[in-house]
């Protein structure tokens, strides 16, 4: 079967740092994504792995293992701005289909 | 250049009656997709097509049909609505498999009485 873990939701404070965490398990893997996304609003593409190790992009990194089915999304300097929902995605091999997490609500408080 | 556009943003359905969700992209892309998203269950794939006249079945199809006659164009429709089909529905796009993510459109908002 297909499934992706994530934790429902988060509490961080402002110009901290937090790390959500992602596992999966797919029939097949061709890259993990991430996504934020604002209430009411569409999907935006955050990053992208097919390789082992850390992406990084300014304030956002992501991190894959996949012998261990395992993501992490590392947000620092939090701002309250970044407050939404974070999907963890996973493209299947044959790369036609995107499996999608329920989603990580994450709160910024001041 | 707009991106992925969706018609209408909300649509208030009684049980039975039949509505299409229209989906454009100006980007050239070959794949589109439609999702639903509904509390607690992250974004579900309805269908999907590889490029233009071909369509398949993701994971809940049911209910839902799709056509692909025109690249830029996706639509999906409803024969009979159901209130198990108030959800947000999105379309996506890319312009091809592996490392291209999916663009999204804004979303429709459909409520089924």
Redesign the interface.
């Given at each position: 079967g297909q499934n992706?873990d994530q934790p429902?939701e988060m509490t961080a404070t402002e110009g901290a740092i937090v790390q959500i965490n992602c596992t999966y398990q797919t029939s097949g893997f061709?890259?993990l994504?991430w996504y934020q996304q604002h209430a009411g609003?569409?999907?935006?593409?955050l990053s992208?792995n097919?390789l082992d190790g850390l992406e990084e992009k300014g304030r956002f990194s992501s991190f894959l293992s996949r012998s261990k089915g395992y993501s992490y999304l590392l947000l620092k300097e939090l701002q309250m701005k970044d407050s939404a929902s974070y999907?963890c995605?996973v493209?299947n091999t044959?790369?036609?289909?995107?499996?999608?997490?329920?989603?990580t609500r994450l709160f910024v408080k001041a | 250049n707009a991106g992925v556009t969706q018609t209408p943003k909300f649509r208030v359905l009684k049980t039975g009656q039949s509505m299409t969700l229209l989906c454009a992209q100006d980007m050239n892309h070959e794949?589109m997709y439609w999702?639903r998203q509904d509390p607690?269950?992250?974004?579900?794939?309805i269908h999907?097509s590889?490029g233009e006249g071909t369509t398949?079945k993701?994971e809940v199809p049911d209910g839902y049909n799709v056509s692909r006659l025109k690249k830029q164009n996706f639509l999906l429709g409803l024969e009979s609505a159901a209130p198990s089909q108030t959800s947000v529905y999105?379309c996506a796009s890319t312009f091809r498999?592996?490392?291209e993510?999916?663009?999204?459109?804004?979303?429709t908002r459909l409520l089924v009485l």
């Open positions: 992706i429902t061709n890259g994504f609003e569409a999907p935006t593409f992208y097919v999907l995605a493209r044959g790369g036609f289909k995107t499996i999608f997490g329920a989603g | 794949y999702y607690g269950m992250g974004l579900r794939l999907y590889v398949a993701g999105f498999r592996g490392g993510t999916q663009y999204f459109g804004p979303g």
